[in-house]
């Protein structure tokens, strides 16, 4: 198969969770035959061509604009113009694959000006993060959200949860949406034998300190604040040792003021963002991941933290009961409800045995559940499927 793939993030930009997803679902596409082109913004100093692991990465400049929904328009203008450029050099595609509502509008235009079917992957909808649409500018995203999935042969979406909130939202028919998780390459948390463990720990907390962290973007439905209004909670049942540690960039202005009224400010650290490599080595000292979420609608920092073999707590929100078995691979506690939190954050902390075993069941389920390799061939089938339905049909 000949592959035309759009997203508005790929390595080095990484904002939340599609560049992961597309870095590491395409390269064993790539492994099972498939040619894959793959065309994203220009960022910093990464070429704007280069093949990773075998997908051929085209980086587009896109004009700023004068604001975020002009930088949009110009993206879609510049990816359609750049992939026209690519087909006529290239031949004919048998797909193209959109990654957000973001590309949405070019990935359409290709899709009628070349006869090539259109897949979409939607990883999150405007209708969930806000819980229903309320605004000009969240009634416009959803209208492209919408607009995406009604124009796409075949939805993929990464969660039960996700696949009744497109139904909620747009109607999407059961029929026209195809569940595959993400994945995770659990070697990538694998540190060489001469890591120093404990001189790395204490750059964050003493020996006596269990940490206590979160990490992803500083957004409301994060749910951050609960892990803060949790913490008194938790240090009058650990003798105040116990050192929560925030991970992101972003402004944590409201959070930093939040942790100094609830009297826990020495008891907090807010790194600011974190590298991936010395996030791969934090995880690795750290005692418990805590995932809070309002919304998620997967959850794949919860399958880092599996990888990573640290313990985990999560809100029972969206897809996240369905990536953490409650009392199995991890705690699932009760969304926006800091004494339920504080719980399952205690149940790991007092009862260690009981945390290594939730941490191997965790690592057991990787390779089960979100093996890309086992998850590429769930694409590959969805692809075949749709190429095989093109070729009954005559497209006018």
Known sequence: MKILVLTWEFPPKI????????AELYPELVKSGHEIHLITVEFGQAPLY????????????????HDFFHWIANLNQSFGHHASKIIAEEGN?????AHDWVVGDGAIALKHNFKIPLVATIHATEYGRYNGIYTDTQRYISSKEEALTHDAWRTIVCSGYMRDEL?????????????IYNGIRAEKKQLPPQFDRNRFRRRFAEDREKIVYYVGRMAYEKGIYLLLNAAPIILSEMNSCVKFIIIGGGNTNALKEQAWNLGIWDRCYFTGFMSDEDL?????????AVFPSLYEPFGIVALESFAAKVPVVVSNTGGLPEV??????????????ADSLAWGILEVLKNPGYARWLIDNAFA??????????????????YSRIIAERSQISWH
């Not at 093949?51 to 604009?65: A, C």
């Not at 139904?167 to 569940?179: L, S, V, Y």
């Open 324 to 337: 953490v078995q409650h009392t199995k691979t991890g705690i699932v506690t009760e969304t926006n409800n």
């Open 50 to 65: 280069e093949i990773v692991e075998g997908v051929k990465v085209h980086r587009v400049r896109v004009n700023p604009g």
């Open 365 to 382: 389920s990787l390779e089960e559940h979100f093996d890309w390799f086992k998850l590429a061939r769930k694409t590959e089938q969805v």
């Open 167 to 179: 139904q909620r939202a747009f109607g999407t028919p059961t029929d026209k949406i195809d569940i």
């Open 280 to 288: 791969n080595k934090f995880q690795t000292i750290a005692d418990c």
């Open 15 to 22: 904002v939340g969770g599609i560049s992961r997803h597309v």
């Open 93 to 97: 595609f048998d797909l193209i694959h």
